[in-house]
């Protein structure tokens, strides 16, 4: 596979080659392409480690988009820097031919161009499709005194409180800082360098709370912990019995969103194109089943919604992150 | 439960399922050889296989094939000085020596019965402790991993001749962990500017660089060396006998094998830490406790089974936080982990219960795995230890060099990887000229992130503390890895005292001849 990976880039360099050469006829040749997409196996690419919940669903849907394109899917990992390693690789360097489709997350794209130069910008992301979401949930060990967010707030008014979450300037983070800002307490957010890294910290009493996600509380719950809120508009079905942070009248809804992107240059067709297959994959009985069991929330948002939700949701970050003063300088 | 016991005994016995587990422990074994092509790469690369059968055989297969992964990390460690995954650093310490010395084939006997004796031992404690040593997981937290850390550092002194030389490569490795985002906090480190370098330098790709490299240059630019090594290997197999003599020095020391599985298995468990740190820590031990410690490093056949069988026990020590707790203990368990969570299956409790059949099948399918790698190793193992030794040195080192290519850009798919790993290769070889040991750079490469994770979450953590750096101090487990580190930096100076104090009783005493 690693072997065919490094041919496919190199017939790619020469692919741009050509086709910077031929810059006049291009458009013609783009349209036909684009018409007759998909004609070969298409990489799709997952910016983090083999085994996590984006790996996981990219190779939930690998069967069912085969069937729907009708050509091979490859699920290629490349991991590194959280994300902006594969992104700005999307952003600047990968031939819009639809070929190559990557998973993107939100609030990665915000947040990592928003605090650092990531490479990309939020902008360069072209989504063709926000396929499922996984709410914030806000939990505490078994053996902790608060039961409730309100005790728990109330206890964090009066002492330093730790929160634990997966990475920095992630939707766990940016969850504890809603909470600080929405209930006016100054919780001391732990980032760990990941979701299941986290939960051990919790179940052991080394941090007072954890930012997590409904699909990890749903696992932590089976061990005792108590699930303080959840992060949604509504009650989660899964977990009925969290009160959503509105309840308690914190206007907090955050979490993470999954989807697929393109390069910036795709053709509107193809993107069209990889959006339907998306569509139908989220249909599947069997993938929606097997997402569901997982605490995975199916998404449908084509191209234009999805960057106009992401243009609102990057609006939401700046105002958070300047308020804490985490921009980049 | 014993009903689900004994169900999985008959599954796993079965014929079909045996011929799964071997094919996978084979193909692991040739996977996990190959320089920069770890366990957690080959898992990730039989992912796809593995989801279009069902749980049972899915799991069957990809156990057995993390088990011979790692153990065939070991051959090309001892072979051409390469590890093939991280959790065989410390196995090329030792191995490598022993092939200079035409005695590659006593090395790959080793650490074949060290693996599967430190398998079994890993997957023992996984069948029968998993809960009770789920809640070490549990009492470990960041101040802890900090010492832990910390505690590895000690082994510089072990690793080096001479502790400023040893120190200044033990710092450099630790720089070379800080470039990238840091884990704690998200900033951009010594980037240059360059959006790739931000998942900054991975191990695997440092470890080919600091090892291999150097080692196909040696290869270029003196081939007599290993033409001597070959023709004394040729004497050796002419006399014979070196299986059995191997066996019989192996087997005779079983505390070094007892004692590294058992850290193996310990380290396994801890999710910060996998085989990489849990064979160096073995390696540590073995030589601090060896009456032949002064031969570690040159040579010495305790050094390869050290590391082989901890690397081995991680395996099923990885498992149980996994299957208990659904925390991977080692990067390779998170692609288990992804298995799982395809089929629906969520660990803990409901693991052991609903689905006790298939855990135990799992779990007995690695015990399977550890045992046929015995016959396996000492078979084809020797097989491909002829082989490379009888390759010509101009073929070979144009071999390993491909391969090393290919392992470093698997890593992460990336370009980039090639280009670091042959520039820390060229500073490996330079390096190395000046006295600077490669395997304390990697040392501080491996500890870093350990040590820096601990320090600023250890930090955070105890926010509600009036003075934070107490908490390191004053957390029960945390002061005895204290005692542990200084007990690690007084032992080479007690060490010391005692060896010439031993060499001057062998002696007749002359007042002005100073100890060597």
């Given at each position: 596979?690693?072997?065919?990976?490094?041919?496919?880039?190199?017939?790619?360099?020469?692919?741009?080659?050509?086709?910077?050469?031929?810059?006049?006829?291009?458009?013609?040749?783009?349209?036909?392409?684009?018409?007759?997409?998909?004609?070969?196996?298409?990489?799709?690419?997952?910016?983090?480690?083999?085994?996590?919940?984006?790996?996981?669903?990219?190779?939930?849907?690998?069967?069912?988009?085969?069937?729907?394109?009708?050509?091979?899917?490859?699920?290629?990992?490349?991991?590194?820097?959280?994300?902006?390693?594969?992104?700005?690789?999307?952003?600047?360097?990968t031939?819009?031919?639809?070929?190559?489709?990557?998973?993107?997350?939100?609030?990665?794209?915000?947040?990592?161009?928003?605090?650092?130069?990531?490479?990309?910008?939020?902008?360069?992301?072209?989504?063709?499709?926000?396929f499922?979401?996984?709410?914030?949930?806000?939990?505490?060990?078994?053996?902790?005194?608060?039961?409730?967010?309100?005790?728990?707030?109330?206890?964090?008014?009066?002492?330093?409180?730790?929160?634990?979450?997966?990475?920095?300037?992630?939707?766990?983070?940016?969850g504890?800082?809603?909470?600080?800002?929405?209930?006016?307490?100054?919780?001391?957010?732990?980032?760990?360098?990941g979701?299941?890294?986290?939960?051990?910290?919790?179940?052991?009493?080394?941090?007072?709370?954890?930012?997590?996600?409904?699909?990890?509380?749903?696992?932590?719950?089976?061990?005792?912990?108590?699930?303080?809120?959840?992060?949604?508009?509504?009650?989660?079905?899964?977990?009925?019995?969290?009160?959503?942070?509105?309840?308690?009248?914190?206007?907090?809804?955050?979490?993470?969103?999954?989807?697929?992107?393109?390069?910036?240059d795709?053709?509107?067709?193809?993107?069209?194109?990889?959006?339907?297959?998306?569509?139908?994959?989220?249909?599947?009985?069997?993938?929606?089943?097997?997402?569901?069991?997982?605490?995975?929330?199916?998404?449908?948002?084509?191209?234009?919604e999805?960057?106009?939700?992401?243009?609102?949701?990057?609006a939401?970050a700046?105002?958070?992150?300047?308020?804490?003063?985490?921009?980049?300088? | 439960?014993?009903?689900?016991?004994?169900?999985?005994?008959?599954?796993?016995?079965?014929?079909?399922?045996?011929?799964?587990?071997?094919?996978?422990?084979?193909?692991?074994?040739?996977?996990?050889?190959?320089?920069?092509?770890?366990?957690?790469?080959?898992?990730?690369?039989?992912?796809?296989?593995?989801?279009?059968?069902?749980?049972?055989?899915?799991?069957?297969l990809?156990?057995?094939?993390?088990?011979?992964?790692?153990?065939?990390?070991?051959?090309?460690?001892?072979?051409?000085?390469?590890?093939?995954?991280?959790?065989?650093?410390?196995?090329?310490?030792?191995?490598?020596?022993?092939?200079?010395?035409?005695r590659?084939?006593?090395?790959?006997?080793?650490?074949?019965?060290?693996?599967v004796?430190?398998?079994?031992?890993g997957?023992?404690?996984?069948?029968?402790?998993?809960p009770?040593?789920?809640?070490?997981?549990?009492?470990?937290?960041?101040?802890?991993?900090?010492?832990?850390g910390?505690?590895?550092?000690?082994?510089?002194?072990?690793?080096?001749?001479?502790?400023?030389?040893?120190?200044?490569?033990?710092?450099?490795?630790?720089l070379?962990?800080?470039?990238?985002?840091?884990?704690?906090?998200?900033?951009?480190?010594?980037?240059?500017?360059?959006?790739?370098?931000?998942?900054?330098?991975?191990?695997?790709?440092?470890?080919?660089?600091?090892?291999?490299v150097?080692?196909?240059?040696?290869?270029?630019?003196?081939?007599?060396?290993?033409?001597?090594?070959?023709?004394?290997?040729?004497?050796?197999?002419?006399?014979?006998?070196?299986?059995?003599?191997?066996?019989?020095?192996?087997?005779?020391?079983?505390?070094?094998?007892?004692?590294?599985?058992?850290?193996?298995?310990?380290?396994?468990?801890?999710?910060?830490?996998?085989?990489?740190?849990?064979?160096?820590?073995?390696?540590?031990?073995?030589?601090?406790?060896?009456?032949?410690?002064?031969?570690?490093?040159?040579?010495?056949?305790?050094?390869?089974?050290?590391?082989?069988?901890?690397?081995?026990?991680?395996?099923?020590?990885?498992?149980?936080?996994?299957?208990?707790?659904?925390?991977?203990?080692?990067?390779?368990?998170?692609?288990?982990?992804?298995?799982?969570?395809?089929?629906?299956?969520?660990?803990?409790?409901?693991?052991?219960s609903?689905?006790?059949?298939?855990?135990?099948?799992?779990?007995?399918?690695?015990?399977?795995?550890?045992?046929?790698?015995?016959?396996?190793?000492?078979?084809?193992?020797?097989?491909?230890?002829?082989?490379?030794v009888?390759?010509?040195?101009?073929?070979?080192?144009?071999?390993?060099?491909?391969?090393?290519?290919v392992?470093?850009?698997?890593?992460?798919?990336?370009?980039?990887?090639?280009?670091?790993?042959?520039?820390?290769?060229?500073?490996?070889?330079?390096?190395?000229?000046v006295?600077?040991?490669?395997?304390?750079?990697?040392?501080?490469?491996?500890?870093?992130?350990?040590?820096?994770?601990?320090?600023?979450?250890?930090?955070?953590?105890?926010?509600?503390?009036?003075?934070p750096?107490?908490?390191?101090?004053?957390?029960?487990?945390?002061?005895?890895?204290?005692?542990?580190?200084?007990?690690?930096l007084?032992?080479?100076?007690?060490?010391?005292?005692?060896?010439?104090?031993?060499?001057?009783?062998a002696?007749?005493?002359?007042?002005?001849?100073?100890?060597?």
């Open positions: 596979m690693t072997a065919r990976r490094v041919s496919t880039r190199l017939a790619l360099l020469t692919g741009v080659a050509v086709g910077l050469a031929g810059c006049a006829t291009q458009s013609d040749t783009g349209d036909a392409a684009a018409e007759q997409y998909p004609e070969q196996q298409i990489e799709y690419v997952i910016p983090f480690d083999p085994g996590g919940e984006s790996d996981v669903t990219a190779r939930l849907q690998q069967q069912a988009l085969e069937e729907t394109l009708g050509q091979d899917i490859v699920v290629t990992n490349r991991p590194a820097g959280g994300g902006t390693v594969a992104w700005s690789d999307l952003a600047t360097g031939t819009p031919d639809g070929y190559t489709i990557m998973g993107a997350n939100l609030p990665h794209i915000l947040l990592q161009p928003l605090a650092q130069d990531a490479g990309y910008k939020t902008e360069d992301i072209k989504w063709a499709y926000i499922e979401s996984t709410p914030n949930a806000l939990l505490v060990s078994k053996d902790s005194p608060y039961d409730t967010l309100e005790e728990f707030v109330a206890a964090a008014k009066d002492k330093k409180m730790a929160v634990g979450g997966s990475s920095s300037f992630s939707a766990n983070h940016m504890t800082l809603a909470l600080d800002q929405e209930a006016g307490v100054d919780l001391t957010y732990v980032p760990f360098d979701t299941a890294d986290a939960s051990p910290a919790l179940l052991g009493g080394q941090i007072d709370a954890l930012m997590s996600y409904n699909t990890e509380a749903l696992a932590l719950q089976e061990e005792g912990a108590k699930v303080l809120a959840v992060a949604s508009e509504e009650r989660l079905s899964e977990l009925p019995d969290a009160p959503t942070f509105k309840e308690a009248g914190y206007d907090i809804v955050d979490g993470a969103w999954r989807g697929v992107a393109v390069p910036p795709t053709p509107q067709e193809i993107v069209d194109k990889v959006a339907d297959a998306f569509e139908q994959v989220n249909q599947d009985p069997q993938v929606r089943r097997r997402m569901e069991k997982l605490g995975f929330h199916l998404e449908d948002m084509g191209p234009e999805s960057a106009e939700f992401t243009e609102q949701r990057l939401d700046r105002e958070l992150l300047e308020r804490f003063d985490m921009l980049e300088q | 439960m014993p009903a689900d016991l004994s169900q999985a005994l008959a599954d796993i016995l079965a014929p079909s399922m045996l011929l799964l587990v071997l094919a996978g422990a084979v193909a692991g074994m040739a996977l996990g050889a190959a320089p920069g092509l770890s366990a957690t790469v080959g898992l990730a690369l039989l992912l796809p296989i593995t989801f279009t059968m069902d749980p049972t055989t899915g799991l069957v990809m156990g057995a094939f993390y088990m011979g992964a790692i153990y065939g990390g070991a051959f090309t460690a001892i072979l051409v000085n390469a590890p093939g995954t991280p959790s065989s650093i410390a196995t090329s310490f030792d191995g490598f020596p022993m092939t200079q010395q035409g590659s084939e006593a090395a790959i006997i080793g650490v074949t019965v060290a693996s004796v430190g398998g079994l031992i997957v023992v404690g996984l069948a029968t402790l998993a009770l040593l789920a809640e070490v997981v549990l009492a470990f937290g960041p101040q802890e991993y900090f010492w832990l910390i505690f590895g550092l000690t082994m510089i002194a072990s690793l080096a001749d001479s502790m400023v030389k040893g120190l200044a490569a033990g710092a450099l490795g630790l070379i962990s800080t470039i990238g985002i840091s884990p704690v906090g998200g900033e951009v480190r010594f980037t240059f500017g360059m959006t790739d370098m931000q998942g900054g330098v991975p191990l695997i790709v440092a470890l080919i660089g600091l090892f291999t150097p080692t196909i240059a040696d290869m270029v630019l003196d081939p007599e060396a290993r033409s001597a090594a070959m023709a004394k290997e040729a004497e050796r197999r002419e006399r014979g006998g070196v299986l059995r003599d191997t066996l019989r020095t192996v087997l005779s020391r079983p505390v070094n094998l007892v004692r590294s599985s058992v850290i193996g298995t310990l380290v396994g468990i801890l999710p910060g830490a996998g085989g990489n740190v849990a064979n160096l820590i073995a390696y540590n031990e073995a030589k601090r406790t060896s009456p032949r410690r002064r031969n570690f490093g040159k040579g010495e056949i305790e050094g390869v089974v050290a590391p082989e069988a901890a690397n081995n026990a991680v395996v099923g020590g990885g498992l149980i936080p996994l299957l208990t707790l659904g925390i991977p203990g080692a990067p390779p368990d998170a692609i288990i982990y992804g298995v799982l969570l395809l089929h629906g299956l969520r660990p803990g409790n409901e693991l052991f609903e689905q006790g059949v298939l855990t135990f099948t799992f779990i007995l399918a690695l015990a399977v795995a550890a045992i046929l790698m015995g016959p396996v190793g000492l078979v084809a193992g020797r097989g491909l230890q002829r082989a490379v009888r390759t010509p040195t101009h073929y070979l080192a144009a071999g390993i060099a491909v391969l090393t290519i392992g470093a850009y698997a890593v992460r798919n990336n370009p980039l990887d090639v280009v670091l790993m042959i520039l820390l290769g060229l500073a490996g070889f330079g390096l190395r000229k006295g600077l040991p490669p395997p304390a750079i990697v040392l501080g490469v491996v500890l870093g992130p350990i040590i820096e994770t601990g320090l600023g979450q250890g930090l955070l953590a105890a926010t509600d503390q009036a003075n750096w107490m908490s390191f101090f004053t957390r029960p487990i945390s002061i005895g890895i204290i005692v542990l580190v200084v007990i690690g007084l032992w080479p100076v007690y060490t010391r005292s005692k060896d010439r104090r031993s060499q001057d009783g002696r007749p005493r002359s007042g002005s001849e100073v100890a060597p």
